[in-house]
């Protein structure tokens, strides 16, 4: 069956290391998306891809970043990590863009 | 103001009652909406699209007003399965904006 996944689960780290955030899809979707989910707030997108070499910025996207070398995966990375990137994040998929999206798992990170 | 806005609950309701609640949205001219279930600590999961004309899912009823920006979820005969958060999803121009949730609690 086709899934998504996200590795790994869980991540202390500390401030200012580099961390990296993977995410796998097995659905062959054009489309993939990073949000970050706080308490208190939505889902909060950091950034999407519509396609191979294509990423585009989210409405938080600051101290992030993103590539898509292939289809299957987003990696997403957090350059230097701060405390206020504490958080759960989750990574998505969809076919067609503006429809139902696909959830991964989700990786809890907590930078100390 | 927010694009999405949920009333967080917590709605505590016994088995077999019936629970709504409402999502109100920013943008007239959104085009689609959904509703999104998420169990605690999990991911979210489509529950249902919500249609103009309104729709049902079984137990799940979801309602859209244009006129007043609001959409709605109501659920009848509530199981304690229905336990969960209820995420509403607006959509613009192809982006997905969430609302925060209305956690939904069924007792025994």
């Known amino acids: 069956d086709a899934e998504i996944t996200q590795s790994p689960r869980h991540k202390i780290t500390e401030t200012g290391r580099q961390v990296t955030l993977a995410c796998h899809q097995t659905?062959?979707?054009?489309?993939m998306f990073w949000y970050r989910q706080d308490l208190g707030h939505g889902l909060r997108l950091i950034h999407y891809?519509?396609?191979?070499?294509?990423?585009n910025k989210g409405e938080v996207s600051d101290g992030y970043s993103v590539s898509r070398s292939n289809t299957e995966d987003l990696p997403l990375t957090l350059e230097s990590a701060a405390s206020s990137q504490t958080s759960v994040y989750f990574c998505?998929?969809?076919?067609?863009?503006?429809?139902?999206?696909?959830f991964g798992p989700g990786t809890r990170l907590t930078v100390l | 103001r927010k694009e999405v806005e949920q009333d967080p609950g917590p709605f505590n309701v016994p088995e077999g009652a019936t629970v709504a609640f409402n999502c109100t949205y920013s943008?007239?001219?959104?085009?689609?909406f959904f509703w999104y279930r998420q169990d605690c600590r999990k991911e979210p999961k489509l529950l249902m699209s919500?249609?103009?004309s309104g729709n049902e899912d079984g137990r799940f009823t979801a309602q859209l007003n244009r006129a007043s920006q609001y959409i709605s979820l109501l659920i009848r005969d509530s199981k304690l399965s229905d336990s969960a958060t209820y995420l509403c999803?607006?959509?613009?121009?192809?982006?997905?904006?969430f609302g925060a949730g209305t956690t939904v609690t069924v007792r025994a």
């Open positions: 998505a998929s969809s076919e067609n863009v503006g429809q139902e999206q696909f």
């Open positions: 659905w062959n979707h054009n489309n």
């Open positions: 891809s519509y396609g191979v070499h294509d990423t």
């Open positions: 943008n007239s001219a959104s085009q689609s």
């Open positions: 919500v249609y103009s």
């Open positions: 999803v607006v959509i613009n121009d192809y982006k997905l904006s």
